[in-house]
């Protein structure tokens, strides 16, 4: 299950790559940032746990990776970026307003430093 979490990431993270410096795309490359990194988290989780999270509130996804990896001390410090995602998610998702270049590439960065923090995680995790 993991490899279908992590291939469902990797999907969405080359998707944001091919338009994150183009700023017509802006809300979509908001979507892609995010949607990946909860992709990424599901993967860890489901690595760390032997079953995805289940739920809309992906805030209890992002405290149960930080309970899982601090059990097996392992870093948490790319959660951050995490929580940074999923705080934005209803923002860019569903709020009448548009998604402003600056804001979208902030996500995109955001995104690809989560992208590596689970990688490595999903190394260290047996």
Request: hydrophobic content about 45%.
């Amino acid at each position: 299950m993991v490899e279908i979490f992590l291939e469902r990431a990797k999907q969405l993270s080359e998707a944001r790559k091919l338009i994150e410096l183009d700023a017509e795309y802006a809300s979509a490359t908001a979507l892609l940032a995010v949607h990946s990194a909860i992709a990424y988290n599901d993967a860890v989780l489901v690595k760390l746990s032997g079953k995805a999270f289940r739920g809309e509130d992906h805030m209890s996804a992002v405290r149960e990776v930080t309970k899982r990896c601090r059990a097996r001390k392992l870093d948490t410090s790319g959660i951050t970026q995490l929580k940074t995602l999923v705080a934005a998610k209803t923002r860019v998702s569903y709020e009448a307003q548009l998604v402003s270049f600056p804001y979208a590439y902030e996500l995109s960065v955001a995104s690809q430093r989560f992208a590596v923090w689970a990688y490595k995680r999903l190394e260290e995790i047996v």
